[in-house]
């Protein structure tokens, strides 16, 4: 499991390493781990060593390799995950029947009737939100490509609940009703046509409900939690909005049949990757959620670089900002390594989609893409760490904006709670602009801004000299062939 940056927290607080629950209270009841986190059925055995992370964080911190209680309720999603699969798909390894002859039986079950059509709605959505993710879904054989339209739709449904142009009336009494509504097609009465693609989905794949539900729970915390007092909180929250990501597509994209890893080593990958995108975000939004209240940093460790949340609203760029998001960059850094390795054991057929989220962040051009990697060299060398602060002041925008539409994806009888001020204060503020124009039914192309300067500072060693020509191919070619490398390796 991906957890470097915990030990190197571990290591700054030795008294509270040793998996013990150590900093829980009930005032930060949600680190609890939960009572389905706690009795996971049918665990496989646990190897010794068997977290990959924890050796990447060995490097960074040898003398402390144990999880934190984050990290251990997670791990037990994971093994639960893995478990399923294992037990779903025994002969996993062995050769599978040609692909056209299994495309060809796919096509037959899903391409036609209502299931095709909800299917099909799935996969407008996506190519209306992700289009560079839709395109690399094509490469999927059929049946797995809708499954992964299907839970992006539920997880993008599930964000909009708490992102969206609604965001202000949701309470935890509506996300207890769409965790409701989850359980219901989980066991097979879906209540839409979107759900009903979901619910197919998980009839046919080993897919685990927990990680559904853990995005849920992230989606409450968002509710109520403007501050994280430690990292391992901030993993557990990162954990439930996007590594339950990881969790829930893995089953459906497959493992590669030749492959000599563990299934739990591939999950921790996924995992991982879910984590560092999400990381990248916060550290990319400082500044637009500072403006909003809050602050998805490690309080304790902003503390130790001698920086107050005063400093972080007033937006000062201080010799102890950018050391303080040096480290934090770094941490998100070990978690794509992490990923990187588990990339090339998935099967052949959907690594595609898996390298364009990880080697892109933002497509600022039909063509051209930015690594989320680059993202995150951005972050480090553009200006010396200026921009999360600074950038979303001086009105940057990012060119995920691209593609949306004024079209919300909740049914109208989901968003009309009504809620209580607090509530209602404190819903989560992200993308707010981008939904702000949804309202005003305004469709969003590429915006031409600033943000595209930065991405000269984004690639190792910029040909800033270059012709404009020359800079677009070095883009392209150096996006593309990461991309190429790492689907092909393996
Ligand atoms: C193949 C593939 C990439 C599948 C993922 C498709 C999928 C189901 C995506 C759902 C994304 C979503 C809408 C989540 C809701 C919560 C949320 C918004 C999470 C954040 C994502 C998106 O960031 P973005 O900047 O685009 O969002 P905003 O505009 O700010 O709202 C997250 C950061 C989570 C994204 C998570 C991943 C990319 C993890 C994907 C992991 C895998 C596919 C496993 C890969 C396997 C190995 C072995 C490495």
Known sequence: MAAGSSAVWAAQHPACSGGKF??????????RPRRALQTPPALPARRSGASPPRASLAAAAPAVAVRTASEEAVYEVVLRQAALVEAATPQRRRTRQPRWAEEEEEERVLGWGLLGDAYDRCGEVCAEYAKTFYLGT????????????????????????????????????????????????????????????????????????????????????????SRYMTFDELYLYCYYVAGTVGLMTVPVMGIAPDSKASTESVYNAALALGI????????????????????????????????????????????????????????????????????????????????ESLATKYNFSPLVFVPTRNLINFITGSELLTYPLFGQFLGFRCSRLCGCTGRSLMPLRQTTTTTSPSVRTSARPRSCCRYRLHMQGL??????????????????????????????????????????SLACSG
């Open 22 to 31: 150590h900093h829980l209270s009930p005032s930060h009841s949600h680190c």
């Open 138 to 225: 094509q490469l999927m054989t059929p049946e797995r490509r809708k499954a992964v339209w299907a839970i992006y739709v539920w997880c993008r449904r599930t964000d909009e609940l708490v992102d969206g142009p609604n965001a202000s009336y949701i309470t935890p009494t509506a996300l207890d009703r769409w965790e409701k509504r989850l359980e219901d097609l989980f066991e097979g009465r879906p209540y839409d046509m979107y759900d009903a693609a979901l619910s197919d989905t998980v009839s046919k794949f080993p897919v685990d409900i927990q990680p559904f539900k853990d995005m849920v729970q992230g989606m409450r915390l968002d509710l109520w939690k």
């Open 276 to 355: 560092a995108n999400q990381l990248t975000n916060i550290l990319r939004d400082v500044g637009e959620d500072a403006r909003r209240g809050r602050i998805y940093l490690p309080l304790d460790e902003l503390a130790q670089a001698g920086l107050t949340e005063e400093d972080i609203f007033r937006g000062k760029v201080t010799g102890k900002w950018r050391r303080f998001m040096k480290g934090q960059i770094q941490r998100a850094r070990l978690f794509f390594d992490e990923a990187e390795k588990g990339v090339t054991h998935l099967d052949s057929a959907s690594r595609w989609p898996v390298c």
């Open 443 to 484: 469709r969003l192309h590429h915006e031409p801004s600033v943000d595209h300067i930065f991405f000269f500072f984004s690639f190792p060693n910029p040909p800033c000299f270059a012709p404009p020509f020359l800079f677009f191919l070095y883009i392209i070619s150096f996006s593309c062939l990461h991309g190429i």
